[in-house]
């Protein structure tokens, strides 16, 4: 927000230098972008008034110039210039003046130009007269009729041979404030004034709006107003004005805007600028003749009716945008743009000037989707207090008369359906103090609210605050809070270290997820992170059937592209990127893990209900050492180290994904935790990997459940262990698991471990059956165990393994 500090004095007194009074603003939670000063690079440039104008003798495209310049006698200047006249008045620069530049065809530097007398085609020149942008102003902001040519100064109050910037009255700079998003209500003159006169004890002077002549005709004889989105149009207020002139500002009024980065156009399009800027609240003004059937009507468009808007494009419209009609269609886009049928003309004779609120996420939505942003949308997205619309309609009034650029019709058209009221609400004095750390009074308190424009009543400890309705930022106590903060002074405000009893630790999920990591990394795993975003395509790579849940994807409404336009359901297509990366990259042998989230839509994203969003983990390997086991092994160790017991691994042969017969599920207690095993060599050939590759994803949510990783302390045994080894021949589709299990069921409570050390398949074992032997340790912990007891428990189970799996005990 661009503050010109002569036109903000207007409002509150500035009494001091302005470097103080921005640092006061600074401390008072104000902050600032820049200072810029509009005298900076600017010396020996004077008010000049054009005496008489003769034809260059020795070029067509040249005039020569006698200037008065304040001195005894004129100036002669040189001048490729066609915009003056006689008797105009421009800024001339001097024999050895300095201007900011750029001069005509040359570049702007950062010095500047110094102009000096010279010879221009065999006459003498003894200066320049300078347009807007040789003095340094934006072109952005020059008024529209010198942007071509030299600057001609209306204003009759400039004298010859006045310095320029002491005539412009430009003396002091423009600050340009960063108003944060919470308070739109400093997006304007009044707003940043009400903060001064808060911060530094002045007082606020409001404008004037009341007109001192109107015409005896209503407003409401040549318009109507019907709102029939209320939800979108807090509130529509207009007035109507004749006698229409339409002309260029007085210098003052473009002295303001041009200050505050905006173009001086018009008289009545100054008006509407000024007072936006002033109050904050944008303002339109249409041609009244355009508005067809003498009504306006609030209402969203028609899907797919087409509009042209002031800029000159034609616009498609849908019907979420709010817009402005007539009775036979649209003439503005709510809180946007003006139709371009409906503009001032030169000819336009009567007008109606629109002050309206209009819902700050409806106008953002539509801005959005016409891809058009303007001043207006980017002040009514923010919030803008319905209760200004008509007191920026009077002030509109009130500056076409003052400016003599036509007649005020009587009263007004105001349509405000719901009226907003300023919010009351209760804070404890006490409360604020200790939130800061201070010891303000209570009535220290209270006056720092009257200074805001607050109502205020105190009881004790209680303070009962009313905002102004401009303040939409005021909801809760902790609102009140950071007023007195920053009235008080934040650079009063003591620095204690933070006291509290909590002491910092981390959650029970990030434990578990910290033990899962730490110990795939010293099994010699790497950690991946990849994105999340993903292509549908990926599901085909790793052969995932039609109809899987691993297909309801979570879908992305902008993605950048179809290789990220879906939420990935499992991880192991990243993982085989990353793997077939390094694997392109000669990598002999790779060992990686993710451990991240996934999104499974399970066909209720579209009902209001929000995706499924779990972890999972995924671990995989490929190497001259790697096989099946390798990897079941690290997967087994991690579980062990998260305290999750009674893993089993049962065969899978339907999961296309995985090499068929080289594949299990994962379960612990009685639930299934994942997949493992090798990987069909046609997923494989997919990420053009010419070696086998393993792999296994868990469902890590599910590991978080059933973790324990609290250490129990195990004294050391005190009996001696005793040891049975025996090998069994078994047909081939017995699964070790399930004789594993059988011997823990059958072995009974002395046995401690038993482990599988060999798989043997060959003579003399015939074919269809394999042999499978392990080594079982028995301890009791409180006696020592005698050979026969072990043997007659051994004997036992080889008889029970015998009747269920037809096992023949075969000679070691």
């Known amino acids: 927000m661009l503050v010109p500090v002569k036109w903000l004095s207007e409002y509150t007194d500035i009494d001091m230098p302005v470097d103080q009074w921005v640092d006061g603003m600074v401390l008072s939670g104000t902050n600032l972008e820049t200072v810029e000063y509009f005298d900076k690079g600017i010396s020996g440039v004077v008010v000049g008034k054009i005496l008489k104008i003769d034809r260059h003798p020795n070029a067509d495209k040249l005039v020569v110039c006698s200037v008065d310049v304040g001195k005894d006698a004129p100036v002669q200047i040189v001048t490729g210039a066609s915009n003056m006249k006689e008797g105009d008045k421009v800024a001339v620069a001097l024999d050895g003046s300095h201007v900011p530049g750029p001069l005509h065809g040359k570049p702007k530097t950062e010095e500047g130009e110094t102009i000096t007398a010279g010879a221009l085609r065999g006459v003498e020149s003894y200066g320049m007269m300078c347009g807007c942008q040789e003095l340094g102003f934006a072109d952005k902001i020059v008024p529209v009729r010198d942007r071509d040519g030299l600057w001609i100064l209306d204003d009759e109050s400039f004298v010859p041979g006045t310095p320029i910037i002491e005539a412009l009255g430009m003396e002091l700079p423009a600050v340009d404030f960063e108003i944060t998003p919470n308070r739109p209500d400093c997006l304007s003159m009044l707003g940043i004034a009400r903060e001064s006169a808060a911060t530094f004890g002045k007082s606020l002077r409001y404008p004037e709006t009341e007109c001192r002549k109107v015409a005896p005709e209503k407003?409401?004889?040549?318009?109507?107003?019907e709102i029939r989105r209320p939800d979108l149009c807090k509130r529509y207020c207009c007035r109507v004005i004749k006698d229409i002139k339409i002309a260029q500002s007085p210098w003052w009024m473009q002295r303001c805007l041009m200050q505050a980065g905006m173009r001086p156009i018009n008289n009545i399009v100054d008006i509407t600028n000024f007072v936006m800027l002033e109050y904050g609240q944008p303002m339109h003004a249409f041609d009244i003749r355009t508005v067809r059937g003498g009504k306006i009507i609030v209402d969203t468009a028609k899907d797919g009716d087409k509009f042209t808007t002031l800029d000159g494009q034609e616009r498609e419209l849908s019907d979420s945008i709010l817009m402005i009609n007539d009775e036979e269609g649209p003439i503005a886009i709510a809180g946007i743009m003006g139709g371009l049928d409906s503009e001032i003309e030169g000819d336009t004779n009567m007008v109606l000037v629109?002050?309206?609120?209009?819902?700050?996420?409806?106008?953002?939505?539509s801005s959005k989707k016409l891809g058009l942003r303007t001043e207006a949308s980017g002040r009514f997205e923010k919030g803008i207090d319905p209760n200004l619309a008509k007191d920026a309609c009077d002030r509109f009034c009130y500056l076409v008369e003052l400016l003599g650029a036509g007649t005020v019709l009587s009263g007004d058209v105001d349509v405000y359906p719901n009226v907003e009221k300023a919010q009351t609400l209760k804070v404890r004095a006490s409360r604020i103090n200790h939130v800061l750390g201070v010891d303000i009074p209570a009535e220290q308190m209270a006056e720092y609210f009257r200074g805001l424009e607050m109502q205020v009543s105190l009881d004790g400890d209680i303070i009962t605050v009313t905002p102004p309705t401009v303040r939409q930022d005021l909801l809760i106590e902790e609102d009140y809070v950071e007023e007195v903060a920053r009235m008080y002074g934040y650079d009063k405000l003591p620095v204690t270290i933070p006291r509290t009893p909590d002491v910092a630790g981390i959650s029970r999920k990030q434990s578990v997820r910290n033990a899962a990591k730490d110990a795939l990394l010293g099994l010699g795993f790497s950690e991946f992170q990849t994105y999340s975003f993903v292509s549908p395509k990926t599901m085909d790579k790793v052969r995932v059937p039609e109809g899987s849940f691993r297909r309801q994807f979570v879908k992305l409404i902008n993605p950048l592209g179809e290789e990220t336009s879906v939420m990935r359901t499992m991880i192991l297509p990243n993982m085989l990127d990353v793997l077939a990366t390094n694997y392109s990259r000669k990598a002999e042998a790779v060992r990686g893990f993710e451990l991240g989230n996934t999104f499974i839509n399970n066909g209720k994203g579209d009902g209001g209900i929000l995706p499924e969003e779990k972890d999972a983990l995924c671990a995989a390997c490929y190497g001259p050492q790697e096989s099946f086991f390798t990897l079941k092994g690290a997967v087994c160790e991690m579980l062990a180290i998260l305290g999750i017991k009674d893993v089993e691994f049962s065969s899978v042969t339907d999961n296309a994904t995985f090499h068929p017969g080289r594949c299990a599920d994962i379960s612990a207690g009685g639930k299934v935790i994942g997949t493992i095993g090798e990987l069909n060599p046609a997923v494989t050939e997919n990420y053009d990997i010419q070696t086998r590759v393993y792999a296994c994803e868990l469902d890590f949510a599910s590991l978080e459940e059933m973790a324990d990783t609290t250490h129990r302390y195990t004294p050391l045994p005190k009996y001696p262990a005793m040891t049975r080894d025996f090998a069994?021949?078994?047909?081939?589709?017995?699964?070790v698991g399930r004789?594993?299990?059988?011997?823990?069921?059958?072995?009974?409570?002395?046995l401690e471990d038993v482990k599988l050390f060999d798989v043997y398949r060959g003579a003399p074992i015939l074919p269809g059956s394999k042999s499978v032997a392990f080594s079982l340790t028995y301890r009791s912990s409180e006696r020592t165990l005698k050979d026969a007891e072990v043997s007659e428990i051994n004997e036992k189970l080889l008889i029970a393994l015998k009747d269920e799996f037809n096992a023949i005990l075969r000679e070691m």
């Open 219 to 225: 407003s409401g004889d040549y318009i109507k107003v």
């Open 728 to 735: 069994m021949v078994v047909a081939e589709d017995v699964q």
């Open 739 to 750: 004789l594993m299990k059988a011997i823990r069921s059958h072995a009974g409570e002395l």
């Open 354 to 365: 629109e002050s309206a609120n209009f819902l700050g996420d409806s106008v953002r939505a």
